[in-house]
Structures are given as C-alpha cells and as structure tokens.
DNA sequence: TATGATTAGTCATATTCTTGAGTATGGGAA
DNA sequence: TTCCCATACTCAAGAATATGACTAATCATA
C-alpha cells in the first residue's frame, strides 16, 4: 500500500503521465519514492479502476497520444486517511552496507572501489538536489520561502534527498579514508 | 540475492541460531539490514541447501533445542563474489516522506504528529548507536580504532546507521517546526 | 495459579518489486 | 539510410518481502 500513495502525492502538482511519472520516479530525482515505469503504469491503471484518479486520453499529432492523469476527489480522502494512519519507520537497506559489514573477512579493496564510486554518484546526486531546491523556491530565500510558500511539500522532501545523499557522500569518503589508510599500514607491515 | 548475502555477513562474527539472528535483523539494531524472523529461517534453509552456511543441532534442556549457524568456505566465497559486483545505489523509501510531500494538501497536524513521533524514534535509536559503537570499539579511541581495530565491518555499518537516524531526527525536527511555524500563522491570520 | 513474555521455530498466502521482452512512431546524427 | 534515442505504453514471470496464523516449552509476575 506504499506506492500507491506515492503516485497520488505526485500526482498532487498537477497532470502526469505514466511516462512523465515514470522518469520522476527512475533515477535522477525520485525525491521521495522510487520505481520502475512498469509499476506506475499498472498502479495508475489500479488507482483509476479505483477512481482515486482519473485519466484523460491527449491526443498528438508528433507522438504517440498519452493519457495524463490527476487525482480525484476519493483520491485525495485516501492520502488523507494514509496520512493520518501511523506507519512504521523505514529502514537502511544497501548491498554496499552488506559489503562494508564483511569487509574484514574480504578483499577490501573491492569495497574501497565501490565506497569511490558510490561517494561520486552520491556527490552527483547532492548537486541536482541543490539545484533543484533553488529551483523550487523560485529565487526566493529559503527561510521565507518555507514560512509562506504556498507548495513547500516537494521542496521539504528534497531536503531530505539531500540530507541523505550528503551522508551517504560523506559516510563513503571516510570509510574509504579508513580502509586506503590501513592497506597502507599493511603493506608497510 | 541481498538478504542472502546481509545474512551471511552477519554470521561472519560468530555462529548465531535463527532466533538470535533473526532480534539482531528485527527493529533494534538492524545495523545493515533488516528482515522477520520467517524470512531468515526460509533463507538459512536455502543457504545450508546450497552449502553456504553449516548449522548444527544444539541441544537444550531448559530451552527447545536450536540449530546454530556459520558460513562455510563457499559462503566466503560467495561473499566475496558479491563484494566484487557492483551494486546500484539505494533509495529513501520511506511512508513518511509522502506524507510530507502532500502536506500542502492534506490535514497537516497529522503529518506533524507523526513527524514528532518519528523524531522520537530516531532519537532513541541514536542513543542505541552511541552505546553500540562505544562496546565495540571496547574502550578504545575511535581512530585508534578504526586505525588498528581486528573487527572494524560492523562498526562501520553501524557509523551509518547512526548518521542515518541523526539525519532523520534532524529533518523531522526541523520540518516539525516550519509546519508549526505556518499553522501558528495561518492560526493568527 | 492464571497470564503473559521469551525462546525456538514452521507454514501458507499475499503483496510488492524487479527483470526481460515487446509494440509502435518520429527525430536526429553518422 | 541506417541506427540509435526519445516518447508512450503493455505483458508475463520471477524474486524478494510482508502478513498472519500456528506449535510448544519454560520462566517471571501479578
């Protein structure tokens, strides 16, 4: 019942289609949520057999026609009831974690590549989130901005984006600071 | 293939029942990963179908008797197999976030109680951290440590966990008061 | 002396997420 | 002009994860 509702919050902003729905929620940005198109398609099929959302067929004349889809009404009472409904925390979940947990009893310079490139990716990803929360708040500074922006809940979740990302990022380049310094210690040895 | 390899990551300290296994991947400490107890039964019986792990028979007399697990050489070697793969970034997934990305739309004072709550937990899980990381560091300074320390995997993971709740405490905190902040004004208004 | 918590598991089902393959059209670059 | 990329979407199957209901004994506590 989790993806269901993150369709509905993104589909708050205005009309969507699964393909422009699907980009949002594949890599880049996926502010909050992330999944591959395949699922938003059958979910928005599921949310509008549920009427929680309602599509509407665009025809064009360059591409092949979409259907963009926007909220209902019911859909809106849902996010309420899923807002109001307690739900449990959520969890660190990484293959990269699994690796550093072993990397006593493995070879650690397989992981040390990994923390790199994943300091990098991470580093990338604190860029577009800081571009894209400049973007949300139009120029304005951030502080205004959060007392009387009128949308402020993409930019609050961006800034959790960024939050994460940036521990990641920093998380990685010291654990392969950790790791680097003691191969050296041992080859000395 | 990731529960699989987090459960053989954490049997690497040591032999461990399901039971055990299974307090250590449940809420708590969940440093790296985390899973129910029917899932780790199902996947050490997979793991000990496949060779990866050996358990033996322990019997108990005030207690019903177990079965005690650890990873076999092939499991290192799967292990490492999984180390050297590299693996795609992980995600924030998280109910929570949702609720925030559609504050703007829905009932706020629910998304601000449950944001209170969740900083609660994240506190508490904090505090767990630090007195995790101080056991097992077992006295010692935390670069000497780090620099010299036998065992440094779990100490690692468990870095980011704590840097994870950190971060979450800190968001909700501060999101909690910009969502009072507004409510305040929008009360005055 | 009931009651509930803890230890130690199993079984079945349901949901969710991922993987892989396809359909069809138009636009731009080599 | 061939090939790849972007738009826009579908179908099928599998792996991973979550939910709920069980068994069975001992131990602490009210």
Redesign the interface.
């Known amino acids: 019942m989790?993806l269901k509702?993150?369709v509905?919050?993104?589909l708050?902003d205005g009309e969507y289609s699964g393909y422009q729905l699907a980009k949002a929620f594949d890599i880049g940005v996926?502010?909050?949520?992330?999944a591959l198109p395949q699922q938003l398609y059958a979910e928005l099929t599921g949310l509008e057999a549920a009427g929680l959302v309602a599509g509407r067929q665009v025809v064009q004349e360059t591409r092949p026609n979409k259907r963009l889809f926007s909220v209902t009404d019911e859909g809106?009472a849902e996010?309420?009831r899923?807002?109001?409904a307690?739900?449990r925390?959520?969890?660190?979940?990484?293959?990269?974690?699994?690796?550093?947990?072993?990397?006593?009893?493995?070879?650690a310079a397989?992981?040390l590549a990994?923390l790199t490139?994943?300091a990098r990716?991470?580093a990338a990803k604190v860029e577009i989130f800081e571009q894209l929360l400049t973007r949300l708040r139009g120029g304005a500074d951030e502080a205004e901005f959060?007392?009387?922006g009128?949308?402020?809940?993409?930019y609050?979740?961006c800034?959790?984006?960024l939050?994460?990302e940036r521990?990641?990022r920093?998380?990685c380049e010291?654990?392969a600071g950790?790791l680097r310094?003691?191969a050296e210690?041992a080859h000395r040895a």
Chains 1, 2 share one sequence.
Do not use: Y
Request: glycine share 4%; proline share 3%; hydrophobic share 55%.
């Open positions: 989790a509702h993150a509905l919050a993104a708050l996926a502010n909050f949520w992330h809106l996010l309420e899923f807002a109001a307690t739900s925390p959520s969890f660190i979940r990484d293959d990269l974690l699994v690796k550093v947990q072993a990397v006593d009893h493995i070879d397989a992981v990994q490139e994943r990716m991470a959060l007392a009387h009128a949308r402020i809940g993409p609050l979740t800034l959790r984006g939050g994460f521990e990641t920093d998380w010291r654990i950790v310094a003691r210690a």
